[in-house]
């Protein structure tokens, strides 16, 4: 909005509104209102929060430590979508597409979980929504999200070609381009890349949402991967860059560089009340849409693949799971973990919370850094 008021109207009879023209001077502002949104709003929600009684509910069987987080106001993740979609639509060109793709996945994940923490609220207990519930409505959204990437691909503003890492001319199609011949069948050659889309997004959504465990934790790691999507969608679209780094160039997706600071200063400012010991959590509301969020932007900007080393922290809690449940299942009742996900983990061996936290933000960085240096070595 302002981006269009002080630059597309203004700009012509007063020559210095020229700066809001600068994509990383809008990524700034993006990110410093959203560090002022979280910080000054905070406590109003906190405090509507405790009104409403909406706390938080542990489960018996995580570790004895946390029960006395009981109570504490969750949802919080309220904060963190207000603080992201309000400076995106003050500071981005909304007449692009892909703002508008990013934002209402954003808004979609957030009301998934939001009806999720919902559920647990009124029935006073920490079970919300069935995990077949939760998994159908994610890739509904993950769905609408491929199809509509599909569509701008057909007006030449989107490519379904992977991006691999280390192989720069290795570009496969995730489109059956033999099927698309085959009349009355041809949207069957999209499947594969609708398929691919769901697994990343959904699967992004859900390791967030699994590493909101401790104060902080969550958030923190998504400070750091929020910051390096920052840096690859501003590479992705711009020219000298791109041709340098020999990426795909999508000059369209760079607009999502004002998302991405502001997704990093809104984090920073829920951190601020999140912090241990926190005094507000994100909830599934909050996890939901910066898992979304995260895995919509890196489709867009053709880093799906880059995504495991971005979120590493994100992956190893997920993967953490899957492992535990399967040697469950498959190994009678034995488990890998003393407990997932990992942080549980440590936790039951011996280390303080936060000495977890802070080591896997250390393990989170070092990721970060992993994925950007993987530009170069192409």
Same mark, same amino acid.
């Given at each position: 909005?302002?981006?269009?008021?002080?630059?597309?109207? &203004?700009?012509?009879?007063? %020559?210095? =509104?020229?700066?809001?023209?600068? *994509?990383?001077?809008?990524?700034?502002?993006?990110?410093?209102?959203?560090?002022?949104?979280?910080?000054?709003?905070?406590?109003?929600? #906190?405090? %509507?929060?405790?009104?409403?009684?909406?706390?938080?509910?542990?489960?018996?069987?995580?570790?004895?430590?946390?029960? /006395? /987080?009981? $109570?504490?106001?969750?949802?919080?993740?309220?904060?963190?979508?207000?603080?992201? *979609?309000?400076?995106?639509?003050?500071?981005?060109?909304?007449?692009?597409?892909?703002? !508008?793709?990013?934002?209402?996945?954003?808004?979609?994940?957030?009301?998934?979980?939001?009806?999720?923490?919902?559920?647990?609220?009124?029935?006073? %207990?920490?079970?919300? @929504?069935?995990?077949?519930?939760?998994?159908?409505?994610?890739?509904?959204?993950?769905?609408?999200?491929?199809?509509?990437?599909? /569509?701008?691909?057909?007006? $030449?503003?989107?490519?379904?070609?992977?991006?691999?890492?280390?192989?720069?001319?290795?570009?496969?199609?995730?489109?059956?381009?033999?099927?698309?011949?085959?009349?009355?069948?041809?949207?069957?050659?999209?499947?594969? =890349?609708? =398929?691919?889309?769901?697994?990343?997004?959904?699967?992004?959504?859900?390791?967030?949402?699994?590493?909101?465990?401790?104060?902080?934790?969550?958030?923190?790691?998504?400070?750091?991967?929020?910051?390096?999507?920052?840096?690859?969608?501003?590479?992705?679209?711009?020219?000298?860059?791109?041709?340098?780094?020999?990426?795909?160039?999508?000059?369209?997706?760079?607009? &999502?560089?004002?998302?991405?600071?502001?997704?990093?200063?809104?984090?920073? +400012?829920?951190?601020?009340?999140?912090?241990?010991?926190?005094?507000?959590?994100?909830?599934?509301? +909050?996890?939901?849409?910066?898992?979304?969020?995260? +895995?919509?932007?890196?489709?867009? #900007?053709?880093?799906?693949?880059?995504?495991?080393? #971005? +979120?590493?922290?994100?992956?190893?809690?997920?993967?953490?799971?899957?492992?535990?449940?399967?040697?469950?299942?498959?190994?009678?009742? /034995?488990? #890998?973990?003393?407990?997932?996900?990992?942080?549980?983990?440590?936790?039951?061996? $011996?280390?303080?919370?936060?000495?977890?936290?802070? %080591?896997? !933000?250390?393990?989170?960085?070092?990721?970060? &850094?992993?994925?950007?240096?993987?530009?170069? @070595?192409?």
């Amino acid at each position: 909005m302002l981006y269009w008021l002080l630059y597309q109207k &203004l700009f012509p009879y007063f %020559r210095f =509104f020229r700066i809001f023209r600068y *994509l990383t001077f809008r990524c700034v502002f993006a990110s410093l209102t959203a560090l002022l949104i979280g910080l000054l709003i905070g406590p109003f929600v #906190i405090q %509507r929060l405790r009104e409403f009684q909406i706390g938080q509910y542990i489960r018996e069987e995580g570790p004895q430590s946390h029960q /006395k /987080k009981g $109570g504490t106001p969750t949802m919080g993740g309220v904060l963190i979508c207000i603080s992201i *979609l309000v400076p995106t639509l003050l500071w981005s060109d909304l007449s692009n597409p892909f703002v !508008w793709v990013v934002m209402l996945s954003t808004l979609a994940f957030g009301a998934i979980g939001f009806a999720d923490d919902y559920i647990k609220v009124v029935n006073r %207990r920490n079970l919300g @929504l069935t995990s077949r519930q939760k998994l159908l409505a994610q890739f509904v959204v993950s769905g609408a999200v491929a199809v509509t990437l599909i /569509k701008l691909q057909g007006v $030449g503003s989107y490519s379904t070609r992977l991006v691999v890492p280390f192989a720069k001319r290795l570009r496969p199609d995730l489109v059956w381009e033999w099927m698309g011949h085959i009349p009355h069948l041809h949207w069957i050659a999209f499947l594969p =890349f609708v =398929f691919f889309v769901m697994i990343v997004i959904a699967g992004a959504s859900n390791a967030v949402n699994l590493t909101d465990g401790l104060d902080g934790l969550a958030i923190g790691c998504t400070i750091i991967a929020a910051g390096a999507l920052t840096v690859l969608t501003y590479i992705s679209g711009h020219v000298v860059f791109s041709d340098y780094l020999e990426l795909q160039r999508m000059p369209l997706v760079s607009e &999502l560089t004002v998302f991405c600071g502001a997704m990093v200063g809104g984090s920073i +400012g829920f951190l601020w009340y999140n912090a241990h010991p926190a005094e507000i959590f994100m909830g599934d509301v +909050g996890s939901l849409a910066l898992g979304g969020a995260i +895995g919509t932007v890196a489709v867009v #900007i053709k880093q799906e693949l880059l995504l495991p080393f #971005i +979120g590493g922290v994100f992956i190893l809690e997920l993967m953490s799971v899957v492992l535990q449940v399967g040697s469950y299942k498959l190994r009678n009742g /034995k488990r #890998i973990f003393k407990m997932a996900p990992l942080h549980h983990h440590f936790e039951l061996l $011996g280390w303080s919370e936060s000495k977890v936290i802070a %080591r896997f !933000w250390i393990l989170a960085l070092v990721f970060a &850094l992993l994925a950007l240096t993987t530009l170069k @070595l192409r």
